[in-house]
């Protein structure tokens, strides 16, 4: 299947007609103690298709042990419950649990991965979970601590099984493919073992879904699955109502610009420091606000690097509507080929445009002189030009890239994204 099958509009299908389905999720992690934008993606994502009628269950793991005490703190949070997807607990099956935060030495590492290669007893156990579930739908997406052994469990049960690519875990062995400060643009050797053990499991995929075509390419490229699979964009939900007009600024009047996120090097902030650093003076007043948090000797670096620019300030962590409703334009510096940032629609339903790197998913969503501008994701001297060029704006040309915003902001509504789910589950089930 070609990249012309992926198409990104949104499906405005009449939703009441779609047949409902028992549809179960299985991710490492969810809320409360959820990892990352994809847990968060999920989780809107099920409990919209909960409003439209369907049997939604989640299946998640949690350290050994704290199964119980992780199923009572999924309903002390109101994640799970009545008009609430149901939430699975299993123990992860592994040396330890990756995501508290603790060093592991490389050797502890490798044996991780290595189990997780092809992890027989996660399988056993979802076996066991979709004996009882009996799900219609299976919708794998960040399966680490499983490992892909539970996509033939998936296929051997009955379902249909969709999976969801939300990073590039099937063909690295680190999920990002980023390594010494690069994009990766080929497989190691480390990652084409990775690679060629998953291939064997994809086979049992019936669809994927990925939440950029630059993601779905790229591990076609890489032979995760054949042109015989049929793959399709899947955006996410921005569960934010939308700004009900475009913004206005005032010729002349001070401009803020805005990071968000987490402090990393993957992120360009670095490079973010050094271009606003190399802005003429003179003109339209502007500061740059930095929201997030990150390892402290990290931070600590970002500071010393703006120091002495009283025009940058670090704000720490910061509620989204807080942050968004104080600054005119937003962006996203990423150096990393990420699949699909959220605080790009995130902006967009605040009506604010977006200066992105051209880099993983973003070009796909930001449209120069619409919603935004791009540039060489490495290149803090355009960096500097696409900020300058918002500095110069007019007032008239500022509302117009606020409302381009705003408008895309509405292709990642809960309603256009999971009108477009139903659709793929439509397919899914027409080609049976």
Not at 13 to 22: A, N
Not at 61 to 72: H, N, V, Y
Not at 279 to 295: C, K, T, Y
Request: aromatic share 8%.
């Amino acid at each position: 299947m070609s990249t012309s099958d992926m198409s990104t509009a949104p499906c405005n299908g009449d939703s009441t007609s779609m047949t409902s389905r028992r549809i179960l999720f299985i991710i490492r992690s969810y809320r409360p103690d959820q990892v990352g934008g994809g847990a968060k993606s999920v989780q809107t994502l099920a409990e919209g298709l909960v409003e439209r009628g369907h049997d939604v269950h989640i299946l998640r793991l949690a350290p050994r042990g704290e199964e119980a005490a992780t199923l009572r703190a999924g309903m002390e949070a109101g994640v799970t419950g009545p008009g609430k997807p149901t939430l699975h607990v299993l123990p992860i099956r592994n040396i330890y649990w990756p995501y508290d935060k603790r060093r592991r030495s490389p050797a502890m590492k490798a044996v991780w991965h290595t189990l997780d290669l092809w992890n027989f007893r996660a399988a056993r156990d979802v076996r066991q979970m979709l004996d009882i579930i009996r799900p219609d739908v299976v919708n794998t997406s960040i399966i680490d601590g499983f490992s892909t052994a539970i996509l033939r469990e998936a296929k051997r049960s009955g379902a249909r099984l969709i999976h969801t690519m939300r990073d590039y875990y099937l063909i690295c062995s680190r999920s990002g493919m980023y390594r010494a400060g690069e994009n990766c643009t080929s497989l190691c050797s480390g990652c084409k073992v990775v690679a060629g053990v998953n291939r064997r499991q994809t086979r049992n995929v019936d669809m994927f879904l990925s939440n950029s075509a630059f993601v779905a390419e790229t591990h076609r490229r890489h032979g995760a699955f054949g042109d015989d699979k049929p793959c399709a964009v899947q955006w996410n939900v921005n569960d934010r109502p939308l700004v009900p007009e475009a913004r206005a600024l005032a010729d002349g009047a001070p401009m803020v610009f805005g990071y968000i996120g987490r402090l990393a090097p993957t992120k360009g902030v670095e490079k973010l420091i050094e271009a606003v650093r190399q802005l003429p003076q003179g003109g339209r007043p502007w500061s740059l606000v930095i929201a997030g948090d990150g390892e402290p000797g990290y931070v600590e670096g970002l500071k010393a690097q703006a120091a002495g620019d009283p025009r940058v300030k670090f704000l720490g962590w910061q509620a989204a509507e807080d942050f968004y409703g104080a600054v005119d334009v937003v962006v996203c510096p990423s150096v990393y080929n990420e699949p699909l940032p959220r605080v790009i629609y995130e902006a967009y339903g605040f009506a604010l445009p977006v200066v992105a790197s051209r880099v993983g998913g973003n070009p796909e969503v930001v449209t120069p002189g619409e919603t935004g501008e791009l540039y060489e994701g490495e290149d803090a001297a355009e960096l500097a030009e696409k900020i300058q060029h918002f500095r110069t704006l007019p007032a008239e040309t500022y509302a117009h890239y606020s409302a381009g915003a705003l408008d895309m902001g509405g292709v990642f509504t809960s309603g256009a994204v999971i009108d477009r789910y139903e659709s793929h589950l439509e397919k899914l089930f027409d080609a049976a």
